[in-house]
């Protein structure tokens, strides 16, 4: 497991935006080699996704023959609504860039057979190919994307109960009015993300240390679901310095002194 500690939460966009332009430029897809990428939603991801969309505008980076899966999204919300994760992908990212709408799959939440969506996710992943690079975000409970704690570490994907913490959390979102926070949603298992060739997460804030810790300082345990990645071979942490409050001096030292060797993996890009 690689850990890329940075300055700031900008800095961690910017260096996640790199990394995805530089995976899709060395694969050099085409119209008979797709690159698959998995997506997260939530703050933390944003400062990539404006880079990206930016690189694109410079002319550095197409999606033309990108797909991407979301991670996740809520059950039973209006597709327009302003939280729903198809609102926040199309507005954040999609109609910026030159993917093909039918190239970007996100779960739909209002299906008719909830069961039935999801079994079908997991084969349009497969169709396509597997994915390649999953990106993902944790909350401060250690989910990845809504695998929640006591999920299933080899889970697919499926409908999920949210938990009181998630609520919580999301409440900003939903007027802090816990009535408004939907209460399930359908997400990628663990499994599935742990499917992907190489997976990303992208940690920060101090509120977040708590589960950097739990993921890579501690034992693979189902009460903190990201820390299942440490049983991937090709998994790559980005973190910024508040996130890394509760590791071990001893971790962070190390992990910085690898930092000349994590800017080879960026290097070339804008
Ligand atoms: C929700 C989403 C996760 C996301 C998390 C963190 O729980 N289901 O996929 O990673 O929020 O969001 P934020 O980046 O806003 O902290």
Known sequence: MRLVILDSSDRVGEWAAK??????????????????????????????YRKLVEYHKNGKVSFKYVKTFNMDEYANLPRDHPE??????????????????????????NAPDLKLECENYE???????????????????GHIA???????????????????????????????????????ALTVGVGTVMDAREVMILITGAHKSFALYKAIE?????????????????TLMLCDEDATLELRVKTVKYFKGLMELHSKLIADTP
């Open 123 to 141: 084969k349009k992943i497969k169709e396509a190919g597997g994915v390649e690079l999953f990106i993902g975000g944790i909350g401060p409970d």
């Open 19 to 48: 990394y995805v332009l530089k995976r899709i430029r060395d694969f050099n897809p085409g119209p008979d080699k797709y690159f698959v990428l998995g997506l997260p939603t939530g703050s933390t991801p944003l400062g990539m």
């Open 84 to 109: 729903s994760y198809h609102y926040f992908m199309w507005h954040n990212f999609f109609k910026h860039i030159d993917i093909e709408p039918e190239n970007a799959h996100i779960l739909d939440g």
């Open 146 to 184: 809504f695998n929640e704690p006591g999920s299933s570490l080899v889970s697919r994907t499926r409908v999920k109960t949210l938990a009181q913490d998630t609520l919580e959390a999301n409440a900003r979102f939903f007027e802090n009015d816990m009535s408004k926070v939907p209460k399930e």
């Open 218 to 234: 501690e034992g693979v345990n189902h009460m903190w679901t990201v820390s299942a990645f440490q049983q991937h071979p090709k």
